[in-house]
């Protein structure tokens, strides 16, 4: 054992410790780098010196190393003892069947890396010299296909990223490899006729590597009558080795680019469809991998072929055989499309849809066709069916999960078909719904009946329920909403008929006499069937139907809400329906106590008896109930409920459309006794969320009457210890109070704004851990929260607050934090504040000079330096779509600011400007253009102009 072997065996024994290991390792990288350690290797690889497998690889390692990294820095003599290593190798132990598979793929690998680099020009005897013998020693015939593999994987294979210098080089291996092609196919031809079913691996390899190659080679080389017959005998054998390489071979012929005329020529002479009809009916075993390599095979000859017929003139012969050829194929498709295996059904589906497509471009010209399309609808239709006996409907496994995505592309198909031919589909949906009350129909059938028809809503085009319309589905659909199906149980049949129920709510609209029979599907089985899933989805349908249905509920209201109530109860219920689902629930109790036929104080009972024990409860453990909790399981469940409450308030309130109908039901007491109580709850941070949430709504249900609520929202959020979150959150708020109310909110603004201002500046002036990814993105919503809210106070016409008394001592340190907001890198953010100095000069300087003292001044000495200086800045992007915006507003600025000031803004800007520093030419030229009058068909010139100015500062 020398020192080489002992290092690859210190480098595998798991024992060797970590500092062996480290050595080895350092080790065997010098004998990849070191001179002539790689002539070593070879030698005693190929001499049986090394007799471990573990070292024999070790040995490849490093000549592959070389070959990679160093071949071209290697002297001739040395380049001639690597290929005659190699070909001693050849001869000497590849012939013999007791070399392991691990190192015959090693030296093909390392012989394909060879010949990368040195055929043709230094070995251009290569391919003879491997496939010699092949056909009288099975050993080399093996290890020939095995380098051929490695060959294909090494220069050809599309699927491995390369450089455009390997590309090209590769490019000229495979024109090298053309001039000696014969060589390799006589090759593969001895292979298949000599090893045939005698060895099945060696002959499916092979004829693997025929179909890999196929695709860049000359086919005249293979498509001949002496090299294809084998091929042709080996679909009629049971052996899977022989007739699968066979399917490949095939599919590698048609798969290869041609013009239209030979592609057609070539399909018929290999008369594919015969072969693919005779193969699967000769099957007489369950192998469906076969059948599946058949049903590709006839896909990809169908797609070409219909390739080939579309790039070929109509009514010419070569048109008309190859439509011929393709209704031949198109048969042996709808075979395979109705396998009961859906695997190989699917695998026909993209030929299918190519299909339909064509027909849709040169429409129904022949009636087979039409018969071709109806089959189609039919298959698709019938292979839609669940498996009656083995489908978990609630619990799909990988197997089923795949039936249902095979379903959405049988779906795709029908859609297709409804554009290529509307009235088909509906004449096969009429014969759909003619069965539903078939009482025979099993829970299968009658669930793809329901599934067929919801699906048409999806494939025909236009409204189709629509007053005044044809309405083409209203029998069908009506058909389904009267059916067995709504009183069905199975979980599939009754999810269905929700489905239809809801696509087409707008039947019931106009045929209110079925709302009785779809109520009762709902409140019956839907919402309180044993699947979860089905409960939850009726849960979302049913919220969907009652808000467009609302109108039409009236007499079933008491009837509903008695259904709902165990549903509803805060406890209960819980055991039913989880509380997303009966948050749906609460959400359409809201619509239906507002029904406008309902007495106020019909309604108001309604809101009380839904609302006010869970308002009770809030209030409970809020003030009692959570202090006294032990464990944590106790306190999730106080929390769990907690925010439960506080959405169905939220989720309840969306019944009530406006500040009149809330007065009109009674209902404004109890929901500010709810926002009361919410608003204590501020403090515990996991409800934060969902009271703000609340807070929003109701700011939209109170309207003006939201405003008192304010201050003590923000009183409670200034004894917080977690202030920047919410903080920003409550300034969300406000900015849509304001956006709302606009200069209605200027007193509640003047209270708000002083403790405002000093929590918010104080928060953004605070020093923070910059590390901290989730703090700095805290900090950037809530400045940017911040300017959009003072923008927004100013736009609203409520900037008489920000000069009030009690806001005065503020306004500096509110103008400066805008100054900054000028200035930042953070694009959103100058906008919205160059938009409020824009608007504030607007509003505070007139024909007079400053409405508030200071502010002209304060415009001159901080605001256009600061904007200037920003857009002068070389880290601002002139390049950026957002900073654009802010060049644009800055300009806009600008122009406010002279037609405001005139004559003192252009003496301040002629003083200005060259401090930046600006050339004189740059300042006249912008002073001028700011004096040009806008022109109205170009608003962005002055933006432009100020653009090329600071481009041409930059360069110069």
Not at 11 to 23: G, I, K, V
Not at 312 to 322: D, K, P, R, V, W
Not at 425 to 434: C, E, K, Q, T, W
């Amino acid at each position: 054992m020398d020192e080489f072997e002992q290092t690859v065996l210190a480098l595998n024994n798991p024992e060797s410790t970590a500092d062996l290991r480290s050595q080895a390792l350092a080790l065997f990288d010098q004998y990849k780098r070191a001179g002539d350690a790689w002539v070593v290797c070879a030698r005693n690889f190929v001499s049986g010196f090394y007799q471990e497998e573990i070292t024999l690889s070790a040995c490849v390692q490093v000549i592959e190393a070389v070959v990679q990294e160093r071949i071209a820095t290697l002297d001739e003599p040395h380049r001639v003892f690597l290929r005659d290593f190699l070909r001693a190798w050849l001869q000497d132990k590849a012939a013999s069947p007791a070399q392991s598979a691990g190192i015959r793929n090693k030296m093909a690998h390392l012989f394909a890396l060879v010949f990368a680099r040195e055929f043709p020009a230094a070995w251009p005897s290569f391919f003879q010299d491997i496939s010699a013998a092949v056909t009288t020693n099975a050993p080399l015939a093996d290890f020939f296909l095995r380098v051929m593999l490695a060959i294909d994987e090494e220069v050809v294979d599309r699927d491995i990223e390369r450089t455009s210098d390997a590309t090209t080089h590769n490019s000229g291996l495979k024109d090298s490899m053309r001039l000696v092609m014969a060589t390799i196919c006589e090759a593969w031809h001895g292979i298949i006729t000599t090893y045939g079913a005698s060895s099945p691996a060696i002959t499916g390899t092979c004829l693997r590597c025929i179909s890999l190659y196929t695709a860049w080679i000359d086919i005249s080389f293979v498509a001949h009558e002496r090299f294809l017959t084998p091929i042709f005998q080996f679909f009629e054998t049971p052996t899977p080795e022989l007739r699968d390489g066979a399917c490949d071979c095939l599919a590698g012929l048609v798969n290869k680019g041609m013009p239209p005329q030979n592609k057609i020529q070539l399909i018929r002479s290999l008369q594919i469809p015969e072969r693919l009809s005779l193969a699967k009916a000769s099957l007489r075993d369950n192998t469906n991998d076969f059948l599946l390599r058949l049903a590709r095979l006839c896909n990809n000859t169908a797609i070409a072929t219909l390739s080939a017929l579309t790039k070929l003139t109509a009514g010419t012969t070569e048109h008309s055989e190859a439509l011929a050829l393709l209704e031949q194929i198109v048969q042996l498709i709808l075979s395979f499309f109705n396998s009961e295996d859906n695997t190989v059904s699917d695998a026909v589906a993209e030929f299918v849809r190519d299909y339909l497509h064509y027909l849709k471009l040169t429409g129904l010209v022949l009636p087979v066709q039409r018969d071709d399309v109806q089959n189609i609808l039919q298959i698709s239709v019938m292979k839609m069916k669940y498996d009656a006996n083995s489908f978990d409907f609630n619990e799909p496994d990988e197997e089923e999960e795949a039936f249902l995505q095979y379903r959405e592309n049988l779906k795709t198909i029908v859609c297709n078909i409804a554009q290529l031919d509307s009235g088909l589909v509906l004449a096969f949906g009429r014969s759909v719904a003619a069965a539903l009350d078939n009482p025979a129909l099993s829970f299968t059938d009658l669930e793809v009946a329901v599934h067929y028809i919801f699906i048409l809503g999806e494939a025909l085009p236009g409204p189709h329920l629509t007053e005044g319309s044809s309405m083409v589905l209203e029998p069908l659909v009506g058909a389904v909403i009267a059916s067995a199906a709504s009183a069905h149980t199975h979980s599939a049949v009754l999810s269905e008929y929700f489905e239809v129920v809801a696509r087409f709510h707008r039947y019931l609209s106009l045929h209110v006499e079925h709302i009785p029979t779809v109520l009762n599907a709902f409140l019956s089985r839907g919402l309180c069937h044993p699947s979860p899933a089905l409960r939850s989805r009726a849960a979302y349908q049913f919220l969907a139907v009652v808000r467009v249905l609302t109108a039409h509920l009236r007499p079933y209201v008491s009837m509903i809400f008695a259904a709902l109530a165990p549903l509803l109860a805060p406890d209960a219920s819980r055991k039913i329906l989880p509380p997303a689902d009966q948050l749906s629930l609460y959400e359409a109790a809201g619509y239906l106590a507002t029904v406008e036929s309902l007495a106020p104080q019909e309604k108001l009972q309604l809101f009380v008896s839904l609302l006010t024990p869970l308002l009770d409860r809030y209030t409970t453990i809020i003030s009692r109930d959570l202090a006294t909790a032990r464990d944590i399981r106790t306190q999730d469940q106080y929390f769990d409920f907690l925010s439960f409450a506080i959405s169905a308030f939220t989720r309840i309130s969306k019944g009530i459309p406006s500040p009149d109908a809330l007065d009109a039901c009674g209902c404004r007491p109890l929901f500010e006794r709810a926002a009361e109580c919410f608003i204590a709850g501020l403090r515990l941070a996991r409800i934060r969320g969902d009271i703000f949430t609340f807070l929003h709504r109701l700011a939209v249900l109170l309207g003006v009457g939201f405003l008192p609520v304010l201050p003590s929202v923000l009183d409670v959020v200034a004894t917080l210890d977690d202030r920047l979150e919410v903080m920003k959150v409550f300034v969300q708020l406000l900015n849509q109070v304001v956006s709302k109310h606009r200069d209605a909110s200027v007193a509640v603004l003047v209270r708000l704004l002083p403790t405002l201002f000093t929590l918010v500046f104080g928060l953004l002036r605070q020093s923070y851990d910059e590390a901290d990814p989730n703090t700095r993105a805290d900090v950037l919503e809530l400045r940017r929260s911040w300017f959009l809210f003072i923008h927004t106070t100013v736009a609203a016409n409520a900037s008489a607050a920000l000069v009030a008394p009690e806001t005065q001592p503020f306004l500096n340190d509110l103008m400066m934090l805008e100054m900054e907001g000028c200035q930042t890198a953070d694009p959103q953010s100058q906008k919205l504040c160059v938009l409020v100095f824009r608007r504030l000069v607007q509003l505070w300087i007139g024909p007079q000079g400053s409405t508030v003292p200071g502010f002209a001044d304060f415009v001159f000495s901080h605001v256009i330096p600061g904007c200037m200086r920003g857009c002068f800045d070389r880290a601002f992007n002139l390049g950026d779509s957002q900073t654009w915006l802010v060049l644009t507003e800055v300009t806009n600025f600008l122009r406010t600011v002279y037609e405001r000031l005139g004559a003192p803004c252009l003496e301040y800007l002629n003083l200005f400007l060259p401090t930046l520093p600006l050339h004189p030419t740059l300042v006249r030229e912008l002073l001028e253009g700011l004096q040009r009058p806008e022109n109205p068909q170009d608003r962005g010139a002055l933006a432009k102009l100020l653009k090329s100015v600071i481009t041409r500062s930059r360069m110069s």
